[in-house]
């Protein structure tokens, strides 16, 4: 599976920006996808997650009810709504995603779990 993230930019506080990973090469709904991200000099951070089969969603702390994770219709793009935007979102977003061997596994914000990864897309946010 190859990803490829694309969509970050330079906003100001308060302001809206939609992150979308594509994905090429999975072939099935066993698949969990996830945003993460990393400031400059820090650890690379979990942000959301969804589980394709009943599109469960999982969110850290610091963004729930501000971001949104979703696919399309295909599940071959998953996408990430930011509202709300603060300086402190400021970071490189990666996509990842997880094969899993059952429809039903839990989702997990540990990075360790994700098998692919795209390249970041830059975010920064100005106060």
């Known amino acids: 599976v190859q990803l490829q993230a694309f969509g970050g930019g330079s906003v100001q506080a308060g302001d809206s920006l939609r992150l979308s990973c594509a994905a090429s090469?999975?072939?099935?709904?066993?698949?969990?996808a996830a945003w993460f991200r990393q400031a400059p000099g820090k650890e690379r951070e979990f942000v959301a997650a969804?589980?394709?089969?009943?599109?469960?969603?999982y969110y850290s702390d610091s963004v729930k009810g501000r971001f949104t994770i979703s696919t399309d219709n295909d599940k071959n793009t998953v996408l990430l709504r930011m509202n709300s935007l603060r300086p402190e979102d400021t970071a490189l977003y990666y996509c990842?995603?997880?094969?899993?061997?059952?429809?039903?596994?839990?989702?997990?914000?540990?990075?360790?779990?994700?098998?692919?990864w795209g390249q970041g897309t830059e975010v920064t946010v100005s106060s």
């Open positions: 990842a995603g997880r094969p899993t061997g059952s429809f039903r596994v839990t989702l997990t914000k540990e990075a360790n779990n994700y098998r692919f």
């Open positions: 090469g999975r072939t099935s709904n066993k698949y969990h």
């Open positions: 969804i589980r394709f089969f009943d599109d469960n969603t």
